[in-house]
């Protein structure tokens, strides 16, 4: 089973700043990466696949990138509502499916 | 737009079986993959099962395989999961979710908690 783990557990930032959540995973997965993010009480959302791929409705703010082991989702500039937390996920041996372990994003 | 609402879920002694449904709408249920995810309370996600389009091919996790049967019933636009022999640790929110392209989950239902215990 491949394994992905996400850093920092918990990322405390202002609104405005920069935030980059990563997730590595224990074998190469190509580009077969989803980021999704989730708020209290409600569903996760889709943000990013393939890796750096945008979901339909998604603001350009949120930008993938990586291949292999290592993946990165960058906020570029944090809005109010993206404080959350914000899971990776892989299927690169169908059908397992897997997810990171997940990041805070919280208001410092 | 697309709308996924499951229902069923409540508590149930272990041991016991469940069925949780999830119907579809605003899209063309029957073309499109379908799965269950669940979230255990506060913890992250596990994916459990996923059907094809056409109900002809099933897989599952590993923590429930050979108790969790995944099936569809496309002329209802309904998804469902029986859950069979259930323990402390099948309790979790179970969503529905479409599938994306055979590997990411793209739309989610709001979920159905199911508790398991006496």
């Known amino acids: 089973e491949i394994v992905l783990t996400q850093s920092p557990a918990t990322l405390s930032l202002s609104p405005g700043e920069r935030a980059t959540l990563s997730c590595r995973a224990s074998?190469?997965?190509?580009?077969?990466l989803a980021w999704y993010q989730q708020k209290p009480g409600q569903a996760p959302r889709l943000l990013i696949y393939?890796?750096?791929s945008r979901a339909t409705g998604i603001p350009a703010r949120f930008i993938g990138s990586g291949s292999g082991t290592d993946f990165a989702l960058t906020i570029s500039s944090l809005e109010p509502e993206d404080f959350a937390v914000y899971y990776c996920?892989?299927?690169?041996?169908?059908?397992?499916?897997?997810f990171g372990g997940g990041t805070v994003v919280e208001i410092k | 737009q697309v709308q996924l609402v499951e229902s069923g879920g409540g508590v149930v002694q272990p041991g016991r079986s469940l069925r949780l449904s999830c119907a579809a709408s605003?899209?063309?249920?029957s073309v499109w993959g379908m799965h269950w995810v669940r979230q255990a309370p506060g913890k992250g996600l596990e994916?459990?099962?996923?059907?094809?389009?056409?109900?002809?091919?099933?897989y599952y996790g590993d923590s429930v395989k050979g108790r969790f049967t995944i099936s569809r019933d496309n002329s209802k636009n309904t998804l469902y999961l029986q859950m069979n022999s259930l323990g402390a640790e099948d309790t979790a929110v179970y969503y529905c979710?479409?599938?994306?392209?055979?590997?990411?989950?793209?739309?989610w239902g709001q979920g159905t908690l199911v508790t398991v215990s006496s």
């Open positions: 979710v479409r599938d994306l392209r055979g590997r990411y989950f793209d739309f």
């Open positions: 605003g899209f063309p249920f």
């Open positions: 994916w459990v099962a996923v059907l094809a389009h056409d109900g002809a091919t099933e």
């Open positions: 074998q190469s997965v190509s580009t077969y």
């Open positions: 393939d890796a750096s």
């Open positions: 996920q892989q299927n690169n041996r169908w059908p397992a499916l897997t």
